[in-house]
C-alpha cells in the first residue's frame, strides 16, 4: 500500500529548528498527517494536509503558528517545518497517510491504518 519513512529528528535547544522529512512511496494518499506521541501520553495529531488541487492544511493549537506542513507531491515527501522548538515538542513524531475520511484534528487516531516508524524530537530547555 504506502511506505513512510521520517527523518530529520534529532536534540536541540529551546528556540531551535527543526525539519522533519517522511519519504512516501508506493499509494499516494490524497491527506497526510504528522503526529506525536510524548512517553506516556496519547499519540496526538498535529499538523494535517489535503493535498488535493486546493491544499488545506490545518493545525493543533499547540503548533499553530510554529511549524507548518508542506507536501512535494512531484517527489512524493512531506515536511514539518518545525520552528521555536520548546520544551513541550519532546516526542516522538510520525507521519501518517490514509483516506481523507480518517485525517483530521477532529477524527480518533486509531482510525489511521498508514504510519511511519517515527523520528525522536528532543527539545532542551
Known amino acids: 500500500n504506502v511506505q513512510l519513512v521520517e527523518s530529520g529528528g534529532g536534540s536541540v535547544q529551546e528556540g531551535e529548528s527543526l525539519r522533519l522529512s517522511c519519504q512516501s512511496s508506493?499509494?499516494?494518499?490524497?491527506?497526510m498527517g504528522w503526529f506525536r506521541q510524548a512517553p506516556g501520553k496519547e499519540r496526538e495529531g498535529i499538523a494535517f494536509?489535503?493535498?488535493?488541487?486546493?491544499?488545506?492544511?490545518d493545525y493543533a493549537d499547540s503548533v499553530k503558528g510554529r511549524f507548518t506542513i508542506l507536501k512535494d507531491n512531484h517527489r512524493n515527501i512531506l515536511t514539518l517545518q518545525m520552528n521555536r522548538l520548546k520544551p513541550e515538542d519532546t516526542a516522538t513524531y510520525y507521519c501518517?497517510?490514509?483516506?481523507?475520511?480518517?485525517?483530521?484534528?477532529?477524527?480518533?487516531?486509531?482510525?489511521?491504518?498508514?504510519w511511519g516508524r517515527g523520528t525522536q524530537v528532543i527539545v532542551a530547555a
Open positions: 494536509i489535503d493535498a488535493g488541487r486546493d491544499v488545506s492544511t
Open positions: 508506493g499509494y499516494r494518499y490524497r491527506c
Open positions: 501518517a497517510a490514509d483516506l481523507c475520511s480518517r485525517m483530521g484534528l477532529t477524527r480518533p487516531t486509531r482510525e489511521v491504518n498508514f
